[in-house]
């Protein structure tokens, strides 16, 4: 048997804060090393273990978690590529916002 890691003490008490906290019966922690969210990671702070890998938690299911790696991964490896074309992304202008919102008739007030 492996021992366990440093790491599965972190873990473990992001479990146990969070089922003390909401009094859930069931909460997942997931552990993972994406490999464009954590290379993206050594040149940004954002919240992961920099360098390292990601935790992500749902009080729903172990989907939930696995997804929300999935998503913060997607967008990730976009920006990965493009740094490695010398391009930044800039993402959708207001303009476009404000005609995908009235094409599915999406009521907002921010654009």
Known sequence: MRDSTIEF????????????????????????????????????????????GVIARSDQSVKRAADRIEYGETGARYEYMNLVNDDRGEGLTADEIRAICQAFDVQQNIF
Request: charged share 10%; glycine share 2%.
């Open 9 to 52: 003490n972190s873990h473990l008490a992001v479990h146990q804060d969070q089922v003390r906290l909401s009094g859930t019966n069931f909460h997942a922690v997931i552990h993972a090393q994406p490999p464009h969210l954590t290379y993206l990671s050594h040149k940004y702070r954002v919240v992961i273990w920099c360098k390292h």
